[in-house]
């Protein structure tokens, strides 16, 4: 008990941290920061606390802290949108595949299963490589390489709904595939897709920080956390916080994503109790 | 055994079909004419004309694809523009690098990763177990380019204790130990997240099985604790272990990449991403194709070891 309500605690602080995260990325335009794309040489690479620049400057002199929170904006849309679209496609992969046996199922699970022998960052790598680098093709490839596990989750639950005796009893009554999907067999993906959702957004914002980083995503002078701690790698030595500060920033927003995450995975499902 | 191993050979040959057409198609997925993007605006049309003849890109795909297969079953991954040498010698080169790399790292994780777990099991709860739950959840948050950056700062630039990149010192070394103070930074970067996983995992089989009636009884015949713990225990939960190493063993030579950029790490990764940065696609599509191969291989070991450790195991 008393470990279940630490954990609660946990979670709780996390959704707080994320929370704030997200809104100050969100308002961003309208908080007193300074412009994060402004250059001042001559207050390059100053350490935290500085007067005027709290988290310090980078190697142009940009406000270190405006630069987090702007970035923020790129890697939490990111991760958020590709997470999303990784969750669409393979949602509804998953739902033909598993209600339609026959040939829909091997159209879509072989290509599936060819995407999964690729180790997982590799084949992201490999689709920037051919679409070139850029933030729109690094998401494009993370969503591309993400679908797959959603497929694979959605298909194995459709599987087994399928076969209930609800379903059959809908499919006697008459009701059309359709419906079938749409009141008996979506709704039991819910919580399952939202759990692996909620946990997936931080592996996607860890992805595109990494393509990022490796310069196959946003190219500068847009700053995402991945990007920023790429640029400030040469100047580790002089001033580590232009690296540990964006790096301590994925860290943290992932950390409270999987914290959430977590949380809601322990939370009992309500549909659990009345079947 | 046999069949099994028949089956699984078989199983092989679609999912290399399928790891050659995405290897091939990454080529292709760029928008416009690959040898105008491989040579760059300054190229005559004599430059391009040679190249489309070189990549054989003025035919049909599907024959520019059985073209690129007979040369790749050959050996023949053509020619790197930006190193002017063929792709497989530059590949093979870097390939043993990488190799030392994510096996040191497998190894580490596995090693770290059942010591961790069993431990964690054995006195469930404990300061060792929580520590290791909150590691866990560290590992699988933080950004491996990220710890290898942090790592690097305070062992090489703080304390001097490791040297901070590349894999031999430039003057006068050479000899293992030179190599294993280079590899010591790149191999824990790269085995921290995995090593955590592996324990969770580790932990959670052991709990399962060390709660069995035949524990019991092992227990109440009178044998040792290490003895139940380690061969009626550990040897029963290897199944599900073995399963996330093979995972694992993937998210490893992916992570190989971010790792050997950040140490400067002379394998196939690094050359993978100064490949895609100078816009030579035979050069990364060798790279990504050396990998996966890797990769699928790895994959019929775990398979095979399944059979090996539960000859109760049969392909369906």
């Known amino acids: ?102 040939w829909p199922e091997t159209v879509i699970m072989r290509p599936t299963d060819i995407l999964m022998a690729f180790p997982y960052i590799l084949l992201a790598i490999a689709i920037v490589a051919g679409l070139g680098p850029g933030l729109r093709n690094a998401m494009i490839a993370i969503a591309i390489v993400g679908f797959p596990i959603y497929t694979r989750l959605v298909r194995g639950i459709v599987l087994s709904v399928r076969g209930r005796e609800f379903v059959e009893a809908a499919r006697a009554l ?7 999907l749409a009141r008996h067999i979506v709704p039991q993906l819910l919580s399952p897709v939202i759990v692996a959702f909620s946990l997936d957004v931080g592996a996607k914002i860890l992805a595109t920080a990494g393509l990022s980083f490796l310069g196959l995503g946003t190219q500068p002078p847009t700053a995402d956390w991945g990007s920023m701690l790429a640029t400030g790698r040469q100047f580790v030595i002089l001033s580590p916080h232009v690296v540990l500060l964006p790096g301590l920033a994925i860290f943290v927003i992932v950390l409270a994503l999987n914290l959430v995450g977590d949380a809601l995975r322990d939370l009992p499902d309500p549909r659990s109790y009345s079947s | 055994m046999r069949s099994y191993l ?79 040498r063929p792709v497989l010698d530059e590949v093979l080169n870097r390939y043993q690098a990488t190799l030392v790399l994510t096996a040191s790292g497998l190894l580490l994780s596995t090693l770290g990763g059942i010591a961790l777990g069993v431990a964690s099991a054995v006195r469930p709860h404990s300061l060792l177990d929580r520590a290791s739950a909150v590691t866990s959840l560290f590992g699988a948050s933080m950004p491996v380019f990220w710890l290898g950056i942090v790592l690097m700062v305070i062992f090489s630039l703080w304390l001097g204790w490791l040297p901070a990149s ?151």
């Open chain 2, 6 to 84: 028949a089956r699984r050979l078989l199983l092989l040959v679609p999912v290399l079909v399928g790891v050659s057409v995405v290897v091939f198609l990454v080529l292709h997925l760029s928008p416009g004419d690959p040898a105008e993007i491989m040579l760059g605006s300054q190229a005559t049309q004599e430059d391009l004309a040679r190249l489309r003849r070189e990549l054989g890109l003025t035919e049909p795909l599907h024959v520019q694809y059985f073209h690129w297969v007979a040369h790749v079953v050959r050996g023949d991954l053509g020619r790197s523009l930006w190193m002017k």
């Open chain 2, 166 to 316: 590349g894999m031999w010192a430039p003057y006068g070394g050479g000899g293992l130990r030179d190599l294993l103070a280079h590899l010591v930074l790149p191999a824990v970067t790269l085995a921290a997240a995995s090593l955590t996983i592996i324990a969770r995992l580790t932990r959670s089989a052991m709990l399962e099985i060390l709660s069995q009636d035949y524990i019991r009884t092992a227990r109440a015949k009178g044998l040792i604790e290490q003895r139940v713990i380690f061969r009626h225990g550990l040897k029963n939960a290897l199944i599900p272990i073995v399963t996330v190493v093979g995972v694992q063993a993937g998210y490893l030579l992916g992570g190989a990449v971010l790792t050997e950029t950040v140490f400067a790490w002379p394998g196939v990764g690094l050359l993978m991403v100064q490949g895609i940065l100078a816009r030579d696609f035979p050069l990364v599509q060798g790279c990504v194709l050396v990998i996966a191969l890797t990769f699928v291989l790895i994959n019929l070991a775990v398979d095979l070891l399944y059979a090996w450790l539960d000859p109760r195991i049969q392909y369906e």
């Open chain 1, 174 to 180: 008459g009701s059309t595939d359709r419906l079938i």
């Open chain 1, 1 to 102: 008990m008393n470990r279940r309500w630490a954990r609660n605690q946990l979670a709780l602080l996390a959704l707080i941290v994320l929370t704030g995260v997200v809104l100050a990325a969100a308002l961003a335009p309208y908080l007193p920061l300074a412009d994060p794309d402004t250059v001042d040489t001559v207050q390059r690479l100053k350490p935290p606390f500085t007067p005027g620049h709290l988290l310090g400057t980078d190697e142009f002199g940009r406000d270190l802290l405006s630069r987090l929170v702007w970035g923020a904006r790129v890697s939490l849309l990111a991760g958020a949108a590709t997470a999303a679209a990784a969750m669409l496609i393979g949602v509804l992969l998953g739902v033909l595949s598993g209600y339609y046996a026959g």
